[in-house]
């Protein structure tokens, strides 16, 4: 099988693009000219196709010849609302058409499980909920309804992680590093519930999307099946897997943080570039984001293989190993 991998020199997409060539499908992987793509040229089996989504004719090039398409690019940060919908939606909108005209069958689209939008009580959020809070959700849930006009067209998958983790993520690797320099800094008593998966087997779900025989638009939610992990036993976890106990130890008061958020947005104005931590981001991380993914396992045949107790020491070594940590 031939598949294009778009965002294959970022975190999941590069996990993604590992997982198809280790088992011997052919990749196509879409990056850009400016793209880090040294783990990519490492694995055989990998085509490297410089282009964009946003960029109409080299998608349709891009998808030319290739059966399936695992749709992972996307920005998780941005200046503007305007800019994460320019770019999640318009993109997804340009590589369904092109998907059209080639008449390629199936299209796994990531998303997340901020399409949903968080859990009032901390159980599991339906998969029909559709109430994000954030504007990157709000844009994720707007490119599926891109991909699902389509659906007729081609087998639609749209996958809604969790919390996604592993090696070459940077945001839990931030986590890692507060513990490190001794600090362990909890908000609002570190209540917020969360669930979380690993890249590999998060990987591993958008491959079983493509396989599967499941009807065209279904939507799935991808966790590692632990249930939801609250703050304060995230923190602690990270902890153990560091091997290493933070010296201060503060429970930051609402206010605070999201001021500490609002400089960051300030900051981030002044110097014009996109910044992960914003207010609406800090809002979220008070909330619970819970969902199941047991109509997963069953519908594609996927389970998840790295608990998260397993988990967190395995990315705690490969960032040690690789000078991250």
Not at 21 to 30: F, I, K, P, Q
Not at 85 to 97: A, H, K, M, Q, R
Not at 124 to 152: D, I, N
Request: glycine content about 10%; overall charge positive; proline content about 5%.
């Amino acid at each position: 099988m031939k598949v294009l991998v778009t965002g294959a020199s970022g975190f999941l997409g590069g996990h993604v693009a590992e997982a198809l060539s280790n088992r011997g499908d052919r990749v196509r992987a879409l990056v850009r000219k400016t793209s880090q793509r040294s783990h990519l040229e490492r694995l055989p089996n990998v085509e490297l196709f410089e282009g964009g989504i946003e960029d109409t004719e080299r998608l349709h090039q891009a998808v030319d010849g290739v059966d399936a398409v695992i749709h992972a690019a996307g920005l998780v940060k941005a200046r503007s609302a305007d800019e994460f919908f320019s770019v999640n939606v318009g993109g997804t909108s340009n590589l369904i058409e092109a998907c059209r005209e080639r008449r390629i069958e199936r299209f796994v689209l990531v998303s997340s499980l901020e399409a949903s939008g968080p859990s009032a009580d901390g159980r599991p959020v339906p998969v029909t909920q559709e109430e994000p809070v954030t504007a990157y959700g709000r844009s994720k849930l707007a490119a599926e309804k891109v991909a699902l006009s389509a659906k007729g067209d081609l087998r639609v998958v749209i996958l809604r992680p969790g919390a996604v983790y592993g090696p070459r993520d940077r945001e839990i690797l931030e986590v890692f590093k507060t513990i490190q320099r001794g600090l362990l800094p909890l908000v609002d008593g570190g209540a917020a519930k969360g669930v979380w998966v690993y890249a590999t087997d998060c990987a591993g779900a958008c491959i079983r999307a493509i396989e599967a025989d499941v009807p065209s638009g279904s939507v799935y939610f991808v966790d590692d099946g632990r249930g939801p992990i609250d703050q304060r036993q995230m923190l602690a976890d990270a902890e153990r897997a560091l091997g290493k106990r933070a010296r201060f130890r503060a429970n930051l008061p609402v206010p605070l943080f999201l001021a500490a958020a609002r400089g960051v947005e300030t900051l981030g104005r002044i110097t014009n570039r996109p910044m992960m931590f914003t207010r609406e981001k800090a809002n979220m991380l008070l909330m619970h984001w819970v969902c199941s993914s047991e109509a997963t396992s069953t519908g594609l045949g996927w389970t998840p293989a790295v608990s998260w107790e397993d988990g967190l020491p395995r990315a705690v070594k490969w960032y040690r190993d690789n000078n991250w940590l």
